[in-house]
């Protein structure tokens, strides 16, 4: 049971707009930066947003990340097919001095 | 370009000893701004940080594997290596390597990853 909480699913259809969201505690998700990783099948994680609200080099502008308060989301506009993915929110934890997941939310575009 | 690429037995027999290596080319271990470690994920579930390394030798362990897991790195070859003790099923995963960014205070992404290890405990 991880200490950062995701939903286990969410769907959208093509073009539309989905949100994943991301909860923890005061010593992970509240205090320090979210990234999030996107899970293809059969491939290793990869970095989508780190920092909040960044996207690296190569990731579309269809991927974003906030953190307005003591959570965090991803919103996923213009749905495409190819992101059909797992995807997992982490953050630094203080009291065990290394990254926490969130247990993974499993996106399929219907 | 970084890469990371992990290498190892892929079957271990239950209650040895899982010796894993990673070999980063491309970039060095030895820089300070980075963190080095190893997370899993069992089949069909999620990913667990298992631990992570500073290249002056600070090591980081989940506190769960924290009395079965060694962390080293060998500096000269730019490798990572992760040992686990005492392997049960429950060590069945595929085994990751990736660098962490380390930040003033805390660790920030982890922006490279390989491509994974299958790892599997027999009895």
């Known amino acids: 049971q991880s200490v950062v909480t995701q939903p286990p699913s969410a769907s959208g259809t093509p073009g539309q707009r989905v949100t994943i969201s991301c909860s923890g505690s005061?010593?992970?998700?509240?205090?320090?930066?979210v990234s999030w990783y996107q899970q293809l099948p059969g491939t290793a994680p990869k970095l989508l947003i780190y920092r909040n609200n960044q996207r690296p080099s190569g990731v579309p502008d269809r991927f974003s990340g906030s953190k307005p308060g003591t959570s965090a989301s991803l919103a996923i506009s213009g749905l495409r097919s190819e992101d059909e993915a797992n995807y997992y929110c982490a953050a630094w934890d203080d009291s065990l001095s290394g990254w926490v997941f969130g247990g993974g939310t499993k996106l399929t575009v219907l | 370009q970084l890469q990371l690429q992990e290498s190892g037995p892929g079957l271990v027999k239950s209650s040895e000893t899982l010796s894993l290596t990673c070999t980063v080319s491309g970039g060095s271990i030895s820089s300070s701004r980075d963190y080095w470690g190893w997370i899993r994920q069992p089949p069909g579930k999620g990913l667990e940080w298992i631990g992570s390394m500073y290249y002056s030798g600070t090591t980081y362990y989940n506190p769960s594997l924290k009395s079965r897991v060694t962390i080293s790195v060998d500096t000269a070859k730019n490798q990572i290596s992760l040992k686990v003790t005492s392997v049960t099923a429950a060590d069945t995963a595929l085994y990751y390597c990736?660098?962490?960014?380390?930040?003033?205070?805390?660790?920030?992404?982890?922006?490279?990853w390989g491509q994974g290890i299958q790892v599997t405990v027999s009895s």
């Open positions: 005061s010593s992970n998700i509240e205090s320090n930066y």
């Open positions: 990736a660098r962490g960014i380390r930040g003033r205070y805390s660790g920030y992404e982890l922006d490279y």
